[in-house]
C-alpha cells in the first residue's frame, strides 16, 4: 500500500495567517483526497484533488478558505487561509482509487492562538 | 436526513472476549462499507472492506457483516487483546459519492 508523509505534522498559528500543508506519496496516484477531523469527531471531506483538474470540494468548503494544489501525480498541497480558532483541527491526506481502500497519512495537527 | 451512527462512544471489554461494534446508517445506499482502525496521533488504517452483495468477510480474528435490509454492519474482533485497543471508524461509500466516515468507536481491552 502507498506511504503517505505530511508536512508539518503539527503547528501553532496565529490569527488570520494561512498555513499550507503538504502530501507526498511513495507512488503515482490519481485520486487525493483531503479530510478534516476536529477534536473527538470524526473525519469529514474537505475535496477530492485528481491531477490535472480543479479540486472538488464538499458543501460547506470552499477555494478561497482551502486552496488545493496538485501539481503532478505525488503530491498535493492544502492552505488553510486566515484562520480562525474554529481552524483548529487535524487535517489528513488520503489516497484510494474509486472503489478502493483509503490509506492515510498521519495528519497535521494545527491550532490556532 | 442521512446519518451513519456507531453504537458508542466507547466500549471496554475484559481481554479474550469477542468485541462488537456496530454501524447503523440512515437514508444511504452504500455499494460497500469499510472499517477503519485510528490509534491515537495516526491515521486511519485500512481493516476490512465488504461489499452490498456480500453477507460477511474474516480476516484473521476480524469479522464484518452487512446487512442491507438492516442497514447495519457488525465488526466484531475475537480473543481481544490489549493492543487491539484504538478507535473503530465504518465507512460508507454511497453511489455517486464520496466516502462518508462514521463517528467511531473507543474501544479499551482491559488485561
Known amino acids: 500500500s502507498a506511504v503517505i508523509s505530511q508536512k508539518p505534522s503539527r503547528d501553532i498559528c496565529q490569527r488570520g495567517t494561512s498555513l499550507t500543508i503538504q502530501c507526498q506519496v511513495d507512488?503515482?496516484?490519481?485520486?487525493m483526497f483531503w479530510y478534516r477531523q476536529q477534536p473527538g469527531q470524526s473525519l469529514t471531506l474537505i475535496a477530492t484533488?485528481?491531477?490535472?483538474?480543479?479540486?472538488?470540494?464538499e458543501s460547506g468548503f470552499v477555494i478561497d478558505k482551502f486552496p488545493i494544489s496538485r501539481p503532478n501525480l505525488t503530491f498535493s498541497t492544502l492552505t488553510v487561509s486566515n484562520m480562525s480558532p474554529e481552524d483548529s483541527s487535524i487535517y489528513l491526506c488520503?489516497?484510494?482509487?474509486?472503489?478502493?481502500?483509503?490509506?492515510f497519512g498521519d495528519g497535521t495537527r494545527l491550532s490556532i492562538l | 436526513s442521512q446519518k451513519i451512527e456507531q453504537n458508542s462512544e466507547a466500549l471496554n471489554i475484559q481481554e479474550g472476549k469477542t468485541a462488537t461494534l456496530t454501524c447503523n446508517y440512515t437514508n444511504y445506499s452504500p455499494a460497500y462499507l469499510q472499517w477503519y482502525r485510528q490509534d491515537p496521533g495516526r491515521g486511519p488504517v485500512f481493516l476490512l472492506l465488504i461489499r452490498e452483495n456480500e453477507k460477511e468477510k474474516r480476516k484473521e480474528r476480524l469479522k464484518v457483516t452487512f446487512d442491507t435490509t438492516l442497514k447495519q454492519s457488525l465488526f466484531h474482533i475475537t480473543a481481544s487483546q490489549p493492543a487491539d485497543s484504538a478507535t473503530y471508524l465504518c465507512a460508507l461509500l454511497n453511489y455517486g459519492q464520496n466516502f462518508v466516515f462514521g463517528p467511531g468507536t473507543r474501544l479499551s481491552v482491559l488485561p
Open positions: 488520503s489516497v484510494g482509487g474509486e472503489h478502493q481502500p483509503q490509506h
Open positions: 484533488a485528481n491531477q490535472g483538474s480543479e479540486a472538488t470540494y
Open positions: 507512488s503515482q496516484v490519481t485520486m
